[in-house]
């Protein structure tokens, strides 16, 4: 991996459409900007292993019965409760 | 016996896709209405061709299909069904949606019904494409209860 020391307010260029800011340090904590084209997904790693593990999970599981129920679930009226 | 450009253009534009699946059995669809998503999805990043399924049995719940690997799908359920104020938040932020769907996990019994409201799938029936963001707030779940 490539390293490279950078002050607050500097700047990484990947590549000539990407650019990565050091915005602030507090701590513990560097928030980072970064400037990509609309094409180029821009990710925090755990969130995006998170999604995917989920997309994994509800693919493996195309239940047509279970499906069915649903309608009754939404039709309650229920909007539901967060779960973790 | 020849044919006109003509005719042969129509054929070309109403040529049928045909799929065997194992969830849906044999499909015939029309090559116009695929949805192209450049990014894959998350997990799925090298399935980039998609079709949605209304299924009389299951609606309001669709299936997204991936005509590439037809043994890939998800189940999909328009997010305002479940959260009508982020369905609005959504469509005000991505102008070019047409319309904003959850995945469905549907867990192995006694699991209840999940779907993910974190990561929504955003369709443009313009452009005919679809991308699944994320979404920062840490409002909505990736496992949000539905019943």
């Given at each position: 991996m490539l390293v490279l020391t950078r002050k607050l307010g500097e700047v990484i260029k990947v590549g000539d459409k990407i650019k990565i800011v050091v915005v602030s340090i507090d701590g513990g904590s560097v928030k980072i900007g970064v400037e990509a084209p609309e094409e180029i997904a821009v990710h925090r790693e755990e969130v995006y292993e998170k999604i995917a593990a989920e997309n994994k999970a509800a693919s493996s599981q195309l239940d047509r019965e279970k499906a069915k129920s649903v309608k009754a679930m939404l039709s309650k009226g229920v909007g539901g409760k967060k779960n973790g | 016996m020849s044919y006109s450009t003509a005719q042969l253009r129509t054929e070309e534009k109403e040529a049928k896709v045909k799929l065997a699946t194992r969830q849906f059995g044999e499909l015939e669809f029309d090559g116009s209405i695929v949805y192209h998503?450049?990014?894959?999805?998350?997990?799925?990043?090298e399935l980039h061709d998609f079709i949605i399924i209304d299924d009389n049995d299951t609606e309001p719940l669709r299936w997204l299909l991936s005509?590439?690997?037809?043994?890939v799908g998800f189940a999909i359920l328009e997010i305002g069904l479940v959260v009508p104020e982020l369905n609005r938040e959504l469509q005000a932020e991505e102008l070019e949606a047409s319309s904003v769907f959850c995945v469905v996990t549907l867990h192995r019994d006694p699991e209840p019904i999940t779907v993910n409201l974190k990561a929504p799938i955003v369709i443009n029936r313009t452009s005919m494409s679809g991308k699944q963001i994320v979404l920062n707030?840490?409002?909505?779940?990736t496992t949000h209860k539905i019943n």
């Open positions: - | 998503f450049p990014n894959g999805l998350p997990g799925f990043e005509i590439e690997e037809p043994n707030s840490d409002k909505y779940s």
